[in-house]
């Protein structure tokens, strides 16, 4: 089962819900341990989603201001390591269908992924 948690969720239904998903929230940015991810308001940790639109870009910041890495097709697999707002801070499971390497990392807007799952 796949789902997206709203970032905005208030700190004990973020707890009840990453204990039940056993995904795990964090709330302070761990920017030494994913680089770019100071701009992270929520950090996770064994969470995955997968690309649900085409030609979907993956960014070097949290919005369309940022310049593109590349992009993302349905299918691509993510790892996801933080978010801030609508943004997850991510980096490729497996090489992209556009050409992207494994471990490429940037940000995508949350509402082309299927979900996080644990």
């Known amino acids: 089962m796949q789902f997206r948690a709203p970032v905005r ?4 239904a973020m707890l009840a819900l990453s204990v ?9 940015p761990a920017a030494h341990a ?3 991810s100071s701009k992270c308001t929520v950090n996770w940790s064994n ?4 690309v649900k639109k085409n030609a979907w870009n993956m960014r070097t910041g949290p919005s369309t201001g940022y310049a593109s890495r ?11 390591l933080c978010s801030r707002g609508d943004w997850d801070y991510t980096a490729l499971s497996a090489r992209s269908k556009s050409g992207m390497a494994k ?5 995508v807007r949350s509402d082309g992924l299927y979900g996080l799952a644990g």
């Open 47 to 50: 969470a995955s989603g997968t």
């Open 9 to 12: 969720l208030a700190a004990s």
């Open 103 to 107: 471990g490429t990392r940037g940000w």
């Open 20 to 28: 039940t998903a056993g995904l795990a929230v964090t709330a302070a």
């Open 34 to 36: 994913v680089g770019e």
């Open 70 to 80: 590349g992009y993302l097709y349905n299918g691509d697999r993510l790892n996801i």
